[in-house]
């Protein structure tokens, strides 16, 4: 059985921590394609957050527009950008390719493939939520990092690995990171 091949970009919003875990879950099962803005590169550090330790299968520049990711017959089962800025979102609702998140992106909802934007931020402007529509319509999954508190969460990783279980479920990887609602008390 030929494992899942995902790509996952970092990009400079806060939240790395949302990346790590998502990484070190995927890596377990499946190939991973690594992109990380040099923002994101500043946010982990100044987060506290290491990316290094995850054992992806490439590391792409994000400047390198040539990389296999960047082209429509790269085969991969979708892609994940976690955090996403919103100049992130920007770009991807608007096709703006300046970049190789921005331009893998692209490609991802060109051929029909699942692109997740797990966004990062706080209040949120009417272009943010424009263009979270935007993004929407042309056929990404918009989730904010929002976890629930239905399981009781005890610790910053609980209340990460909520989050991170969405967006393995939109990914259709089956796991058991985060407890599932029941209806029942907790």
């Known amino acids: 059985m030929t494992r899942k091949n995902f ?5 400079g919003a806060s939240g790395i921590i949302y990346a790590q875990r998502l990484l ?15 923002t994101g590169r500043r946010v982990a550090s100044m987060e506290g957050v ?3 330790d995850c054992e992806v299968t490439c590391i792409h520049k994000a400047d390198d527009l040539a990389a ?4 429509g017959s790269f085969m991969h089962d ?6 996403c800025s919103m100049k992130t979102l920007s770009s991807v609702a608007h096709g703006y390719s300046s970049n190789l998140i921005g331009r ?4 991802c909802l ?4 699942p692109c997740i934007l797990v966004l990062r931020e706080m209040p949120l402007s009417r272009v943010h939520i424009r263009n979270m529509l935007i993004a929407d319509e042309a056929g990404a999954i918009v989730m904010v990092a929002s976890p629930t508190f239905y399981n009781r969460p005890a ?4 209340l990460v690995d909520t989050v991170v279980a969405r967006v393995l479920d939109h990914l259709k990887v089956p796991h058991n990171v985060s407890k599932r609602w029941s209806g029942q008390n907790a």
Do not use: F, N, W, Y
């Open 7 to 11: 790509i996952v970009a970092v990009t």
């Open 68 to 71: 296999p990711v960047a082209s």
């Open 155 to 158: 610790t910053i990783e609980d």
């Open 50 to 52: 290491s990316l290094e």
């Open 110 to 113: 060109k051929e029909k493939r």
């Open 78 to 83: 979708g892609m994940v950008i976690v955090p």
């Open 24 to 38: 070190h879950e995927l890596c377990r099962t499946a190939q991973v394609q690594l992109i990380v803005s040099e």
């Open 104 to 107: 893998a992106a692209d490609v």
